[in-house]
């Protein structure tokens, strides 16, 4: 049996919405956030040394990292589906997205927030401080990165209706994440092409299923 290693408001959202897409039978283990630090529970360390998530077990084989679970479950239960085909200009498109969803879009997206953390939960006398050093970090490097990023993404979307061309793939299930996040972070704005795709797949009924089996999401929202 598949078990998805689920860690509640986590990138493990996408793993649950895959297996929802692909048919496949799956167990979910629910794993929560400390409440004051919102790291995952040492729990998970028992099931990879990193103690992060997602984490997918299936038989004697533990795989951690979005990015390889993805590849891993469509290799081996896509049949061919949600992946061009190999030898095409969409297959390279779809490699581009899958490394781009964890790469090049969530390091901003983790800059802003563990500074935004730091400004609030330093000492009282060093606060002014702490916050004046986020707030440079936010206007010189991550709002206009994430901002760069997300024209770059509408410019694509504008070109073709998915992350691949015209069809959907798992490059859209991957970039769910970082869009949802920057979402809630600094919003979409007027960026209609990207709006549009985050309510198209919000209203995918394996997505739906998926947040039925993972419990509460906080990035669901749309606005």
Do not use: C
């Not at 709006?195 to 669901?220: F, M, N, T, V």
């Amino acid at each position: 049996m598949l078990i998805v290693h689920h860690l509640n408001n986590s990138r493990s959202q996408r793993i649950l919405w895959l297996l929802e897409e692909l048919g496949v039978a799956y167990e979910v283990k629910h794993y929560q956030r400390d409440p004051e630090t919102m790291l995952a529970p040492p729990e998970l360390s028992a099931v990879h040394p990193l103690g992060k998530s997602p984490v997918i077990t299936h038989g004697d084989r533990v795989i951690a990292e979005t990015g390889a679970i993805v590849t891993y479950l469509v290799d081996n239960f896509g049949d061919g589906r949600l992946m061009p085909p190999g030898g095409t200009e969409d297959r390279l498109r779809y490699i581009y997205w899958l490394n781009f969803a964890e790469g090049s879009a969530m390091t901003p997206l983790l800059v802003s927030l563990l500074f935004d953390k730091v400004s609030k939960r330093t000492p009282f006398l060093v606060r002014p401080v702490a916050k004046a050093i986020a707030a440079a970090v936010q206007k010189n490097y991550a709002g206009p990165t994430i901002n760069a990023q997300l024209d770059y993404v509408e410019t694509e979307l504008t070109a073709a209706p998915w992350f691949t061309g015209a069809a959907f793939s798992a490059a859209d299930v991957m970039m769910s994440f970082p869009l949802e996040a920057a979402n809630a972070r600094i919003g979409l704005g007027a960026r209609a092409r990207t709006r549009d795709w985050l309510a198209r797949i919000h209203d995918r009924p394996a997505y739906k299923a998926a947040l039925e089996r993972g419990g509460p999401y906080a990035y669901a929202a749309e606005d």
